[in-house]
């Protein structure tokens, strides 16, 4: 079959607005609180601990912010140790080294491509001594929080939740974003609900969150003039942003079931190629389903060999693998991703510890890619998933074209 490109672009997730948001930064522009003081910021304050159930929280300028204030919050010092997700997006763990901290990364497991909770044990027998655990809910889908908070506390770790991509998702009856001692989410342009920009920290520690707001606001002591005890950082969120993510958390349940109707109709559209979709456990999670994606059948994978910043791959009657995947849908004008290469594997952390269900995985070959045993899971999912179209604003005739697209690409 032979399609026209898509006249106008098919996003992977684009901002999605609904005419509320408009109204509150006109608000905030009549009153004159251009600034990071005003009403839209305490309300988003307020939505959100309504709607996570926790008890405070600290509008920030980003998801970054919050990590890094996290961070500080669970003592990060030069040279300390930090056990981290290994397949997430850099923002999740460059705070750590904002502190001089050192990430160990953490490979994932299969059933929801989080945080294994058995390598997360295996790490703290190989080092017994570190003291913070940041785990990441990677594409909206949470990770087995229960089981990596059970460690923490075994371990006596601090656990930062970074649920900067799951807004909304629900584990075991409880939202994320509650499961560690300081948790994170973001309203980056390309998540679920978006300010433009902006994050927040959300903790149940009254002393935390006032710690954060102090020192987001240039940690300024409470005199007639400008006292500082401590450093300082300028991380608060305008009440202009604000206004933006106010006017959009009437629409988070909305998006999320678009979000979600995109997953099954792209799982329907592939039940008979080689393929599966990103993976959650049906009975303990609800996704918000952030980002849809696939992964191939290790036996349909045409060959494929990625350099640092370059692949090359052989096409196949039967077969495909990411790269083809991805350059049909650019092809039609439609935007998919590589799945987000593993922290271990990026040439900035090349140095730093990674650890896999067998041990010490900077010590293991990649010969298992072709192999029948696969050693290091994230490599595997990265080497064969991807991130399809997911934008909520995708029409289910668009939805059609595309998965006919990637249908294509089997033949
Ligand atoms: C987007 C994102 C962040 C960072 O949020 P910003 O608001 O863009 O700073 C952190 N972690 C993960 C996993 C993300 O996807």
Redesign the pocket.
């Known amino acids: 079959m032979e399609f026209k490109p898509f006249e106008k672009k098919i996003w992977l997730s684009s901002p999605t607005m609904h005419g509320d948001e408009i109204r509150y930064i006109h608000e905030a522009y009549e009153t004159n609180w251009m600034s990071t003081v005003g009403q839209n910021i305490n309300e988003v304050e307020r939505k959100t601990c309504e709607y996570i159930g926790c008890k405070y929280s600290v509008a920030l ?7 890094h204030l996290a961070m500080k919050l669970a003592g990060i010092k030069s040279g300390d140790y930090v056990f981290c ?1 290994d397949m ?5 763990v460059n705070p750590v080294t904002y502190e001089g901290g050192v990430p160990i990364f953490i490979d994932s497991e299969y059933e929801t491509w989080n945080m294994d909770p058995k390598t997360l044990e295996k790490a703290f027998e190989l080092y017994p001594d570190v003291k913070v655990v940041v785990v ?3 594409y909206g889908t949470p990770s087995k929080l229960d089981e990596i908070r059970a460690i923490c506390d075994k371990h006596n770790a601090v656990l930062i939740e ?4 799951s807004l909304g998702a629900v584990y075991k009856g409880r939202q994320t974003g509650t499961f560690g001692d300081y948790n ?1 989410i ?6 679920i609900i978006t300010g433009s ?3 927040m920290l959300l903790t149940d520690s009254l002393e935390a969150a006032n710690k954060a707001r102090k020192w987001s606001t240039q940690s300024r002591e409470n005199a007639p003039w400008y006292q500082h005890e401590e450093i300082g950082y300028n991380y608060r969120m305008s009440n202009v942003i604000a206004g933006v993510v106010r006017g959009q958390y009437g629409y988070l349940d909305e998006h999320i079931a678009q979000k979600k109707a995109i997953y099954y109709r792209y799982k329907e559209g592939f039940k008979d190629l080689p393929v599966s979709m990103n993976p959650f456990i049906e009975e303990e999670m609800e996704p918000n389903f952030w980002l849809s994606c696939l992964i191939i059948d290790k036996e349909a994978m045409c060959r494929q060999v990625r350099g640092e910043d370059d692949v090359l791959y052989v096409s196949e009657a039967g077969k495909s693998c990411p790269t083809e995947i991805l350059e049909a849908l650019v092809k039609y004008n439609a935007e998919g991703r590589p799945i ?1 290469k593993p922290m271990h594997m990026q040439p900035i952390f090349r140095m730093n510890p990674f650890i896999t269900k067998d041990g010490n995985g900077r010590g293991l070959s990649n010969a298992y890619i072709h192999g029948n045993e696969t050693v290091i899971v994230d490599e595997d999912i990265f080497e064969r998933g991807l991130c399809l179209p997911s934008d909520n604003k995708m029409t289910a005739e668009e939805q059609d074209i595309i998965i006919e697209i990637i249908r294509e690409c089997f033949q």
Do not use: I
């Open positions: 300028s980003a998801g970054t912010a919050a990590l997700s997430t997006f850099s923002a999740t990441a809910n990677l970074d649920a900067a991509e994170v973001s309203f980056n342009g390309n998540k920009a902006g994050g987000w």
